[in-house]
């Protein structure tokens, strides 16, 4: 059977798909937090008894569900799930999902076998994009209480979050299901319960604790208040019962809650810890900071205060002001990572970073993580990846291989179709330019041109010719430098790389800025200063600065060249750098990802006529030399763990 939402709450059964579809976390607040006595009071006779039934359940919508389930339960029972104050909040929730609409697309030739509903989240891969949240007191609607509901999300494939207000111990709920499952707290003022709490949900086999900042304390719905807070007398909260081997005061809950909790409950347990209820800007970025490992948005059903917006209505701000995505790679594939990185950040703003992949494997953020490996194997990257994992954040890859030690420590893996077979690694810097093309396209609910980004690849071979001119122009110097300011610091580090490997003379990238502070005095007429100018973005201010860098480098008698666009050509003067290569200006594509793709055969290019120049062959790397070939090896020789 195909996973769907309605499958889901078929395998859940009644009283669990009752809930999933929406009840919220309840438990009366002066519910007992020790065992029954002896012979507990008889509840009240209208107060009724929860469901024993086992039946097959005929399910046509969650309302269906629960308009039938309310006729076989008292109004008793289902005041636990009810709204507090006017229900403003409550009904904000429903109404801001139902006021957002799905845009459709068709006639996209999308094969029935192609459609995937899979995600995955803080390492867990789920059939669906849906879970079970925390919701307690399931005692009160069926015998079976969190265990049935555990056992349906488990036959469903997906996640269950336990509440800390559950009627059943948390070691009895994480036994019926066999998928991934998380523990939320309500902390108590006692925090050596907290840490006893969050140990025992660990030993039971939750990987994750769920931090409720969204209950002021133990919550009762105003209908339930209205009805007199009934309660059964012989349900207790699961996790404090004596008879269950529990302990605390449930109803003693910390009302300080402070970003310091956070802290203590990843120490305490050693797991990730989301964080459920922080919606302020200011509030998610601290938390993140403080260590939490995802975002939970939630007014806890509408269920503790009234009057605020809807849930859905602050999903894009929470997640504009959300953990960081980071980028990481290794050689070439760094300058992929930055690519991308720039690409991320041109199309959503500045929340994309980065990351050199052995500091980030020394210092792993959460949120997201992209790795670049052309291989799919570098050591580095790999374990970034890995140790990001390890933090809670979620892990893609950009490779050409699919089946690679990189795509085994991802969630998401995009898989580029050509493989570099060379030692320019020209097609290894431009698959990530193109994936991260697409994917900044699909971030930002734009698209993107295929054609337009072929346009830009092959539009440099008309300048194939003024290439080898300027190359010829540039050869024989000891030292070269390259410089590019905005999305041309990539390429000039490309372009360094590239001259390092291939002719074997030394080079340096430099922000456009950068040089211009001290740099100069360790050039000379020995120096080639190679500028890339090919991102239009502020080219006017950028151009002036760029003046002033080539007259400052011809002033110490170094030689010069530049790689432009047709649009940014005009801007440097022929008299400031004379020996000029100008690529056609990439048209319909995004500026960042215009300019990577505009210089980067201009790039190959170039430093081929150079190694034709210098008579040797780059493929070997050196390697046939082998005081070169040993430090290879020796660098190949094992990769340090995180904690060495």
Partial sequence: MQPSRRSLFQ?????AALMAAGAPEVLAADAPATAPSATPPAPPADFGKPSSANNPVNIVSPEHLEAEARKMISPQRFAITGWCGEGLTYRAN???????PIMTRRLQRIPEEAIDLRTSILGHRLPFPMITCPMGGHGSFHVDAEVATAEGTGAGGTLYVSSGASTRPMEDIAKATPGPKWFQIYMLRDMEINRWLVQRAKVAGFSAIVLTADALGPGQSDEYIAFGRPRDPTLTVGNHDPRFGGRGNFADQ???LSFSDIRFLH????LPVIVKGVVERDDIREAIVSGAAAIWVSNHGGRQMDGGPGSFTLLRSAVDAGAPVSVVGCGTSEHGAMAVAEQLNDALGGRTHARQAFEAMLDPWNGACVGISHEGGTAATVAAMESARGAGATVGLITAVAESAGAKAADRVLVTPLRDRSWCHTVGYVSPILGGAAIAAAASRRSVD??????????SEDAHERIRQVAGALYGVSRYLTVGSGADRIAARELALKIEEGVRVAATARDLETVLHGHWVA???????ILLMTDPRADRARADRAAQMLRAARAIGARTAAIFTEETDGKVAPADVRDRVVVPSPTDLPPATGALLASAPALQLLTLE????AGVNPDLIRREEAPYRE???IADDGFPSPGA
């Fill in 450 to 459: 295929p054609s337009a980004a072929s346009r830009a690849l092959t539009a």
């Fill in 254 to 256: 910390k009302r300080d």
């Fill in 94 to 100: 429903r109404a801001s999902l139902d006021a957002t």
């Fill in 267 to 270: 120490e305490a347990s050693g």
């Fill in 631 to 633: 430090a290879a090896e």
């Fill in 523 to 529: 050039q000379d007429e020995g120096t080639a200063v």
């Fill in 610 to 613: 150079l190694v034709h120049l």
């Fill in 11 to 15: 395998a859940v059964g009644a009283g």
